[in-house]
């Protein structure tokens, strides 16, 4: 999987900061350089609009007074209102190289443009009742707004909201992406997010998730050396005829659905197998060219549920679980190399309450079951067991529809079946299944995804 723009911790970013320092990088040169790539971006958007900085305690605050000054300086009429006083030695030098008056935040006037320098990494509890409601006022009454690095008031590490946030139209983010970038509630407070290269190098493992790069089929290419998948079927028919189509609008090259209801319907090109009994089902899946093998969707509870899943944890094919199969399984049930799909229900189920953000709990999952976990949800965490991880953000909330687990995890184990690499697997499958929403616009349903697929496929090769 490419790597995306880091995620840094607020903790993570402090080392980092530390490192450049402790290399000779001057600290105010740093925050000169943050906030020329802020005022950049803010000037080339919005050029001479009046603009209303607003300016808090720490070095967040110091970002702000050099955005003021530089925009200033560009002839923008700027104007700049503060909250407490400059404590860092970088920002009472960015306040001393403001030379414009400094406003009481309690009674200043609205802008056209408001530039949100309260506070980022370095929130250590919610905003004072007053000064949320205050925020939010300036920040609602103008057309263009900015937050620096962070909204102030949205935990750094979590996505936790501490106190009232408004909406941003942009959020510029310094050096790396922070998990309240794209983990909710907070990913939902800001339109549109920049991260702005301050030469904070990236030494973690935790990424946004990148638009993956597909492989089109090649002349010595056939259908199994593209990769056989098996959708294990049960008590519910469309929840395994969903994946099984999904896996076969993948990229892959055969799909058989070993059915449990012997009925023969979906698409004409996937195969289904009568796999009705436990030891038919043995049958179907004694067969070394098969790439993956999916079980879980429309599984069912029961003995007979739990029978099925007993054969398939012993078929030695690489395996996804989804859904049903989450709910039977015990961790030490997961057998190495798998990949999981648990909704935050299924995931609390099987790993417990994990403390620590969305992250943290996808990454401890990962550790310790030895499988690849995508965490799904409006943010969908992908882990893997050696501490990699992709977040997704931003996918439709229209996914969030019966069924769309089901595609999701036909086209995981669709990619398995190609790549054969877990983690790159359930990147692209993710990738996919949110640009096959985006696609389906509106109040689509997930056999509507199936349409769009192949679109979001041909525009990843
Ligand atoms: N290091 C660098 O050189 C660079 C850093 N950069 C920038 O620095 C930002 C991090 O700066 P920072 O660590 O100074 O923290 P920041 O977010 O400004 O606030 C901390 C201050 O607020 C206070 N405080 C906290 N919560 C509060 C509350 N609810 N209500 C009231 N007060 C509260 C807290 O005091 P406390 O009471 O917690 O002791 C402290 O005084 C980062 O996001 C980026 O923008 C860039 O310029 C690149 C170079
Ligand atoms: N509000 C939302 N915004 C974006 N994506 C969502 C939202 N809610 C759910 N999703 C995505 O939709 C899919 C739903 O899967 P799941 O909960 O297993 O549904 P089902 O079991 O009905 O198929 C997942 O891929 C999840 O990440
Ligand atoms: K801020």
Redesign the pocket.
Known sequence: MTAGTPILTAAQMRDAEQALFDAGVDDYGLMEKAGAAAAEIIWRAGGHRDTLLLCGPGNNGGDGFVIARLLRGRGVPVRVAALGTSGTVSSRRALAAWDGPVEDLATAAPATQLVDALFGTGLSRGLDPAVAARLCELTGAASRSYAIDLPSGVETDSGALLSAVPHFGVCIALGALKPAHLLYPAADYVARLVCADIGIPASDRVHRLMPPRLRAPGAADHKYARGLVAVVGGAMTGASLLAAQAAARSGAGMVRRLAADGLRHGADAIVTQDAGTVEALGCSLDDGRLASVLVGPGLGRDAVARARLDMVLGCGHRLVLD?DALTLIGIEEIPDGAILTP?EGEFVRLFGDLPGSKIDRARAAAARSGAVIIY???D?VIAAPDGRVAVASG???W??T?????V?AGLVAGRLAVTGDAFAAAGEAVWL?GDAARRAGAAFI?DDLLATLPAAIAARL
């Open positions: 859904a909704h799904k949800g409006a969908s996918a439709s909330h996914l969030s019966a069924g769309t687990g089901d999701l299944h997930a």
